[in-house]
């Protein structure tokens, strides 16, 4: 749909411009309209090295708030810290204000515990399961807010709305290079398998791009 698209900066090649509507849009969505993330907050991201989480600390600091993300190598952990990321965790840390969940499952109580009083706990993927159990004692106690989107099932007038609401507020630092996706790796079309093999390894850090050559 038309009035769901941004123009590519001049700067930015399309195998880059490939990599950013998606991961954009959900965090933009559900950090920031969702998750009520503003200048001060913390924002702890679970699988820092993915697109999404790649795409979220950079956003995310570029508003001034403080990134805690997770991760499964020193490499990884490394990677965060370069993009912005004050600490590089595994799972024990507690006070933070929003939480972006892509795990859900068993994962969604130990977040609960981390999160400080009058916490946002977002979930945008289910890789962990489809179940938790909660303590909603300790929902209530901290007065906390549990939601979760799916985008693409949304309709193009609110698409449309999200574009327009990207475009005025956080385009301008795609245009100036504040702040781009992190690229793992460019695979030709033919070669998909390979790409899924290397995303199925879980080796990779950033957006795994398909390149479709024209004629």
């Not at 600390?57 to 991760?71: G, H, K, Y």
């Not at 912005?84 to 006070?95: D, P, R, S, V």
């Not at 070669?191 to 390149?211: F, Q, Y």
């Amino acid at each position: 749909h038309s009035a769901h698209c941004l123009r590519v900066p001049k700067a930015m090649t399309m195998e880059v411009a490939a990599a950013v509507p998606e991961t954009l849009f959900t965090v933009w969505h559900n950090v920031f309209e969702r998750g009520w993330a503003g200048n001060g907050d913390t924002l702890l991201v679970h699988g820092g090295t993915s697109g999404i989480g790649t795409m979220a600390i950079q956003l995310a600091r570029a508003f001034d708030i403080t990134v805690i993300a997770t991760a499964g190598s020193e490499e990884k952990c490394q990677a965060i810290r370069d993009l912005g990321a004050e600490l590089a965790i595994n799972y024990k840390t507690q006070g933070v204000n929003v939480v972006l969940d892509m795990v859900s499952g068993d994962y969604v109580a130990r977040n609960i515990e981390c999160l400080a009083d009058d916490g946002r706990h977002v979930t945008i993927a289910v890789l962990g399961g489809l179940k938790a159990e909660i303590n909603m004692a300790t929902v209530m106690r901290k007065r906390l807010a549990l939601t979760g989107s799916t985008l693409r099932p949304r309709s193009d007038d609110f698409k449309a709305l999200l574009a327009d609401e990207i475009y005025n507020h956080a385009w301008p630092l795609f245009e100036d290079g504040t702040i781009a996706p992190v690229m793992d790796q460019t695979f030709a079309l033919a070669d998909a398998s390979a790409a899924h093999a290397r995303m199925e390894a879980g080796d990779h850090i950033g957006k795994i791009v398909l390149e479709v050559a024209g004629d």
